[in-house]
Every structure is written in structure tokens, then in C-alpha cells.
């Protein structure tokens, strides 16, 4: 017996893996460029073709850089209606194309709009959806494996949807390299017209945040500081302990919330996943939470005056301090250092 | 207006340890708490229904247990609450959890619903969207501020990776809430006592929903294995002692790493 409110699935007909591609001006969001690399994995394995899905109006050449990246061919949800974001749109407009297509596979990528729009598609389809995945596999019968982290990283589980089609996932940012760029690779571009139901949801403002230091997910030094910094002047010592490093500085959730620094530069479950060479935790207490963003770190070093910090059950080297007293102290002696090389 | 929060009674993942012996998690001793951002949801809840007036329900589909969450929610102000619960219900993932919470939505009429952002324990962030698109009704994920608020509508506000952005949407709606985006306020004496009597229990009859749309057979999904991760081994040296002392082991020890001698 299955639920008389699914629409019936015959599985022989869901051919391919789709890869939805987020847009932000004339770009493809980074977090959907490495889906195009683990998605052609994926399709080589299945020996099916690779399609990225872009929703959009106006897109010009874009839809050919997801070729470049690895794809087989582009579809286009094109509508005027489309030109800027709409979870409600959005979601319609790729609905009605994978109703349309069959993929077997939707892969999105795990940033709040990918997560929203595949939240959406995946309840009219009655089908499964497997959140925040950082590894896939292909078991014998050709199902999905989607692997994905529980319990703040302390269990990783594996789901499949042996039944159901698409086999729906949204994917860690970061998790997977970015593919490198072929201009060679060829590949169709296929508008396909579509309509959309007005909506309900109305953006009416957007501010974007400017970018102009170094990204987290990119330096091979991250100084992160925590709420034990007490206040946001606190950070400066940290500024300059990543300026002497040539690194970037990020912060815990909680100063996050309160403003201190702008939500690119959280780390963590709910912020970026990053793997640089050294990271430097500073009055940061190191909860799974925080800590599920740094476990590929090569070292971590931590600083906090608690002993029993959970931050030092996962650290490298430690030390248990005042950081105003042990990071001017610090910076003094690797500027002495830094110098005398 | 009617209000509904989305409340989650959930095990806290971080007094969870792995055992070396056994390569196991322990969870004995381990308490449960309501997942932290539904608290900031049902704070949110709470000053609209100051503001404007109506009525705020905790809703929890869950085993029995997760009555004490509910009473936490009336405890600190919510007017009353509902665990649907039901063996049938149980081995749901988000697509049948949200199911449930829709037709609770649905027949209590809801004007407005808000749930966290993501759980500690199975963070999807999926059933809040799920409800809201089961009922056919606007959402808008991961809200840290209310607007303004209307009969008709609502508008908030919401961090994207890229920036702020403000979202109208008609009433009724679904907002996720993210953690921090206020101060939950305190239970009272006077709702805790109030909160023994204000828990209703709902079951799948109740609802109505055929019972292969809930629970194990209405979940597309299945955990085929569960594979419990050893934390990394890191070195683990920790100095205590003088702080000039400890700022000259450490940039020792920073120094090594960046010449890749570590
Ligand atoms: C659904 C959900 C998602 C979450 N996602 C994330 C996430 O992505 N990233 C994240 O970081 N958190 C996340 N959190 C929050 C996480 O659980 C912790 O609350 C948070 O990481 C704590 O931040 P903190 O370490 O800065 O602050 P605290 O936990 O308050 O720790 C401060 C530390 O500073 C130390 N300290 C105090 N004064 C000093 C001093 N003078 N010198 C040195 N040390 C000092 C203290 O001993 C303490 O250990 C999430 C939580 C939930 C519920
Ligand atoms: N069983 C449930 N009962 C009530 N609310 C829930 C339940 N599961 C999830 N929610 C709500 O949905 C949010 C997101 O949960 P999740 O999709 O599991 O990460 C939670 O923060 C809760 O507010």
C-alpha cells in the first residue's frame, strides 16, 4: 500500500542527474559550480548525462559556463517573471521541468536558497529529500547513497529513496572541489518557456554586504573568535594576528548574531565549512556546532582561559589563557620572529 | 490572529560522547531540551500576540515524552499546546513529519506559522518549507526580524549569504526563525502551573490522515546505516602556566605549522 496522495513513480523512466544552478547576477554561485563536478561523477558512473538547471530570465552567456564546468547540457526555466528571486517561483517553475524531463537525480546546492527552493519541489513530487549531504555513493541497484552528517557530526547516516523519483539532495557548500574550467567542453543550451502562478512572497528590499577581505573558505589561516571575546574591540587583535599571518579572520555563531562580523565569515554547521592549514580559536568554546566546520583543519590551536573548554578535547595545541593577555604577547613575538627570517 | 509554533523536543547533541571501546555513542544521561531556535520562534510568536492580539499554540508531533516541551512553550506564555502522537506516526522523515504538521495547521486554522530554523538533531531545515507547501501557503526561511505586521500580511526580514533582504508575504504564511534573532523570555511560576492543564493530545484519527501518508510508510526515505564518526585525533598538547611563557610555545608551535613542519 503506499499513500494515495502520491502521484505514481515508475522508476524506468527517470533518466539523468540535474544539477540546479544558483544565480546571482552574472554569476553561478560557487556552491553549485562543485555540484557540476560531483554531479559528473555521478552521471559517469550511472552512465546517464549531466544537466544543470538554471531558473532565470536574461541569463546571456551564463548557462554556458555550467558546460565549461563539467555539464552535458543547460536547461533554462525561462520567464520574465523570473528575473530575481522567488521561492515560490522558482520552485513552480523547476516543478513543472523535472515533471517534464524525469531526472533521477536533483542535486541542489546547501545555501538558504537552494535549500528553500528544494524544500518546495520536493513535496509535490512526494518524493525524498535528503538535506546538507557531504558524500554520495551509487549501491547496486543504481539508488543514490546520500550521506550526511546527524547529531551536530557525531554520526554520519545513509539514506536512500529506493521508491521514489527524482532522488532529491541539497549538498554542503565546500564539501567538493570546484571543477576547473574547460572552455573546450560543448554541450545544448535549452530554453524551455515557462509560466508561473503570481505569488504570495514579495522581495522588496535586498542590501547586498560588500566582500572585500579574504573569504574564509579560501585562506590557508583562519583566526576565528568567539564570544569570550567579551566585544567586538576584541577583534582587532584578532585582525592583526591574520594580517601577520597572511590569513582571514571568522567568528562563532554567537558573535555573528550579535553583529560583530558578517555572516560570510561564520564557521560551523549553520555557516561555512573550511579547511585551511591552521585554525586559531580563540574564546570560542567549541561546541559540534562549531567545531563540524573545522574537522579538516590540518592543526587547530586554541586559546580560551577555561581548562575545561570542550574546545580543548579538539585541538592541537592549546592554550588556556586570557587571550588580552597571551595575544599582544603573541603578536609582539611573531612580529620579533617574522622579521629575523 | 492564530499562531502556531513548530516545537521539536530534542536530545542535546553536544552531551552526546563518543566511546573509544565500544566506537559508540553514549547517549544515556543524556538530557533533552526544546531545539534552541524554537525558542526564539515562539518568542517571536509571543510579541506578535502581544501586539496584536489572538492566541499562540505549541505544536509537537512526537512519542508522549515530548509533552514537557510543550509545557516549557506555555510555561513561558504560549496560551496552549498540542502533541499529535500516535505510534503510526513514528520513522517519519520531513516529508511525512511535515504532512502532520500541515493538517494540524490546517484545522486549527492558523494564520501565521513559525517554526526554528533547523533542529540540533536531524538539522534539514525541510519541515518548516514542508508545512507551508503541503498547506499551499507563502513561506520565507531563516527570518531574524518582523517588520511589520498586518491583517493581510507580513513583512520581515532575512540574511542571505549575500546580504539582507525584506520579504512581503500574504497571510496566512510560514516563517523560519533563526537562532539569536531574539531573547527568549523566561518561564513563569504562574505558567508553569497553568501548563499541567494546557497540553491536548491529538492522535491520527483526530487529524483524519490515512495512515499510509504518516510515519515509516509515508517517508520516501530510509536510513540504510548509520556510521558513528571518531572524533579526529588531534595532539591535544595543552600548556598552562605564564602568559609570556605560553605566547612563545604557541608562536613556536604557529611558526612550525606555516613552514609545514607540522
Ligand atoms: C541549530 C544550531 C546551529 C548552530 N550553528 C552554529 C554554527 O554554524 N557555528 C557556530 O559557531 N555555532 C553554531 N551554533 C551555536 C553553538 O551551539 C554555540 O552556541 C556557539 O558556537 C558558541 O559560541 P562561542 O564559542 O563564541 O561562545 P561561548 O559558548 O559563550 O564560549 C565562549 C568561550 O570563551 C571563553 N572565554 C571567555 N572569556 C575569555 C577570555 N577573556 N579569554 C579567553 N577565553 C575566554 C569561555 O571560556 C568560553 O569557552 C548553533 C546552534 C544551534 C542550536
Ligand atoms: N516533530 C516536530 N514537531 C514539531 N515541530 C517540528 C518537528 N520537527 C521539526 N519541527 C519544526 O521544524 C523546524 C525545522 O526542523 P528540521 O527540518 O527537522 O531541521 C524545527 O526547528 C521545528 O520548529
Redesign the interface.
Known amino acids: 500500500m503506499v499513500c494515495k496522495e502520491w502521484p505514481p513513480v515508475n522508476k524506468d523512466e527517470w533518466r539523468g542527474v540535474w544539477v540546479f544552478l544558483e544565480t546571482w547576477g552574472d554569476s553561478i554561485e560557487e556552491a553549485s559550480l562543485q555540484l557540476l563536478g560531483e554531479g559528473r561523477r555521478l552521471a559517469d558512473r550511472l552512465e546517464v548525462p549531466l544537466t544543470g538547471i538554471i531558473v532565470g530570465h536574461d541569463l546571456g552567456d551564463l548557462p554556458k559556463e555550467a558546460i565549461y564546468r563539467g555539464a552535458d547540457q543547460v536547461i533554462v526555466a525561462d520567464s520574465p517573471d523570473l528575473l530575481t528571486y522567488n521561492p515560490q517561483k522558482y520552485s513552480q517553475a523547476l516543478y513543472k521541468l523535472i515533471v517534464k524531463y524525469k531526472p533521477e537525480i536533483v542535486l541542489f546546492p546547501g545555501t538558504r536558497r537552494g535549500r528553500e527552493v528544494a524544500s518546495s519541489v520536493a513535496i509535490p513530487l512526494r518524493t525524498g529529500l535528503t538535506a546538507d549531504c557531504t558524500a554520495f555513493d551509487v549501491d547496486e541497484r543504481g539508488n543514490l547513497i546520500q550521506i550526511r552528517p546527524a547529531f551536530g557530526g557525531k554520526i554520519f547516516a545513509k539514506i536512500v529513496t529506493p521508491d521514489r523519483r527524482p532522488q532529491m539532495a541539497s549538498v554542503r557548500p565546500n564539501v567538493f572541489p570546484t571543477p576547473p574550467r574547460d572552455e573546450n567542453r560543448s554541450g545544448e543550451v535549452i530554453r524551455e518557456p515557462v509560466k508561473v502562478d503570481p505569488s504570495e512572497v514579495e522581495l522588496l528590499e535586498f542590501r547586498e554586504t560588500s566582500q572585500v577581505e579574504m573569504p574564509i573558505d579560501k585562506a590557508k589561516v583562519v583566526v576565528a573568535g568567539g564570544y569570550g571575546l567579551g566585544i567586538p574591540k576584541g577583534l582587532e587583535m584578532l585582525r592583526e594576528l591574520a594580517r601577520l599571518l597572511g590569513g582571514a579572520l571568522a567568528g562563532s555563531r554567537k558573535i555573528v548574531d550579535l553583529g560583530w562580523l558578517p555572516r560570510s565569515r561564520q564557521v560551523g554547521q549553520t555557516g561555512k565549512t573550511i579547511r585551511p592549514d591552521l585554525y586559531i580559536a580563540v574564546g570560542i568554546s567549541g561546541t559540534s556546532q562549531h567545531m563540524v566546520g573545522v574537522q579538516s583543519a590540518k592543526v587547530i590551536v586554541a586559546i580560551n582561559r577555561d581548562p575545561k573548554a570542550p574546545i580543548f578535547e579538539s585541538c592541537d595545541y592549546g592554550v588556556v589563557a586570557d587571550y588580552r593577555e597571551v595575544i599582544p604577547l603573541l603578536l609582539e613575538e611573531l612580529r620579533k620572529r617574522l622579521a629575523s627570517d | 490572529m492564530r499562531i502556531l509554533v513548530g516545537i521539536k523536543w530534542v ?1 542535546r ?2 552531551q ?1 560522547k ?1 566511546d573509544p571501546v565500544t566506537k559508540t ?1 553514549v547517549r544515556v544521561g543524556v538530557e533533552s531540551v526544546v531545539n534552541p531556535p524554537d525558542l526564539n520562534a515562539l518568542e517571536m510568536g509571543l510579541q506578535i500576540r502581544d501586539k496584536v492580539g489572538g492566541e499562540v499554540i505549541a505544536v509537537s508531533m512526537a512519542p508522549p515524552v515530548a509533552k514537557e516541551g510543550l509545557m516549557e512553550a506555555v510555561s513561558m506564555g504560549a496560551d496552549r499546546g498540542i502533541l499529535l502522537t500516535d505510534r503510526r506516526m513514528a520513522g517519519a ?3 511525512a513529519t ?1 504532512r502532520v504538521l500541515a493538517e494540524a495547521a490546517k484545522k486549527l486554522k492558523a494564520d501565521l506559522i513559525l517554526v526554528g ?2 533542529t ?7 519541515v ?3 508545512i ?3 498547506l499551499g ?6 527570518v531574524h526580524k518582523v517588520l511589520e505586521i498586518g491583517d493581510e500580511s507580513i ?1 520581515v526580514e ?13 497571510l496566512p ?1 510560514l516563517l523560519t526563525v ?3 534573532a531574539n531573547k527568549p523570555r523566561r518561564p513563569t511560576i504562574r505558567g508553569k502551573i497553568r501548563a499541567k492543564r494546557a497540553i491536548d493530545f491529538w492522535s491520527l484519527d483526530d487529524l483524519g490522515i ?1 495512515p ?2 504518516v510515519g515509516f ?13 571518531e ?2 585525533k ?7 602556566g605564564e ?2 611563557e ?6 613556536d ?3 612550525e ?2 613552514k609545514g613542519g ?1
Open positions: 536530545p547533541v553536544d552526546m563518543f555513542l522523515d520531513t516529508l511535515s530554523e533547523e540540533i538533531d536531524s538539522a534539514t531545515g525541510q518548516g518549507p514542508g507551508a507547501v503541503h501557503i507563502p513561506f520565507i526561511s531563516y513583512t532575512r540574511e542571505s549569504e549575500r546580504g539582507v533582504e525584506v520579504w512581503r508575504l500574504g504564511a533563526v537562532l539569536g490515512d499510509e501518508c510508510p509515508g517517508s520516501p526515505t530510509r536510513v540504510v546505516d548509520m556510521v558513528v564518526v572524533p579526529p588531534r595532539r591535544g598538547e595543552i600548556f598552562q602568559a609570556a605560553a605566547a612563545k610555545w604557541l608562536a608551535k604557529i611558526l605549522v606555516l607540522l
